[in-house]
């Protein structure tokens, strides 16, 4: 299947700083990206649709200024969050829509990273 | 607005059995279905995938059947071994090209 990327995997920052999220599709183009969040034993919830070249849409309840997503190429999405909080802690996963693939329209996840605050 | 809804929660089985893991959703208007195993910190692997129009896929010792009149779609593991042992996510997209929505999982645990 085809592969998504997302750096860091890991990081660990302190409170009030910014911190920059990368996924990646490598091997096709996603004009769709995802950013989910999960807490510890939860499920995924999703935060935001991030479209190639427009703005992103976001869930209710989540701040579009605190979560900036930028989607500025067909295989690049940005997640970042702007002064983090311990709150902000959270496993991050985003996915990609391989449209090109003949039906199904399945979705394909990053590794997720993990972010703690201090 | 979909919900998706996954029983049970935890399971505990002893090597070499089979089994069954439950996945519901409310509105049976879905696009496709996808089950997802999740080990330990680490993120999803997709296991399979259902379309709308299909009302099983099979992989290996995984079969996962869709029944859209009754919302419900199950995860059939035959012959479970201990390296099955994980969080199992069942999720729903409504739509070619919206987001999935997920069940909260059944975590999966096989004895040796």
């Known amino acids: 299947g085809a592969v998504v990327s997302q750096h860091p995997s890991r990081v660990i920052c302190k409170s009030g700083t910014s911190v920059k999220i990368e996924c990646r599709s490598l091997?096709?183009?996603?004009?769709?990206m995802f950013w989910y969040r999960q807490f510890p034993k939860q499920s995924l919830m999703l935060m935001a649709t991030?479209?190639?070249?427009?703005?992103?849409?976001?869930e209710q309840g989540v701040e579009k200024d605190k979560f900036l997503i930028n989607h500025a190429s067909l295989t690049l999405s940005t997640l970042t969050v702007t002064s983090a909080h311990p709150e902000d802690s959270s496993f991050y996963i985003c996915s990609a829509r391989d449209h090109g693939l003949a039906g199904g329209d399945e979705q394909f996840f990053g590794p997720g990273t993990r972010l703690t605050v201090l | 607005k979909q919900e998706v809804t996954q029983i049970p929660a935890a399971l505990s089985v002893p090597e070499g059995e089979n089994l069954v893991l439950n996945c519901s959703f409310t509105?049976?208007?879905?696009?496709?279905l996808q089950w997802f195993r999740q080990d330990p910190g680490k993120g999803l692997t997709s296991l399979l995938l259902i379309q709308s129009s299909q009302r099983e896929q099979t992989s290996g010792r995984l079969n996962a059947s869709l029944d859209k009149s009754s919302g419900r779609s199950t995860l059939y593991i035959a012959a479970s071994q201990p390296g099955d042992s994980a969080t199992y996510l069942c999720?729903?997209?409504?739509?070619?090209?919206?987001?999935?929505?997920f069940g909260k999982g059944t975590t999966l645990s096989v004895s040796s």
């Open positions: 091997d096709f183009q996603a004009t769709t």
């Open positions: 509105d049976s208007a879905i696009y496709n």
């Open positions: 991030s479209n190639e070249g427009s703005k992103a849409t976001y």
């Open positions: 999720a729903a997209t409504n739509q070619a090209g919206t987001a999935l929505i």
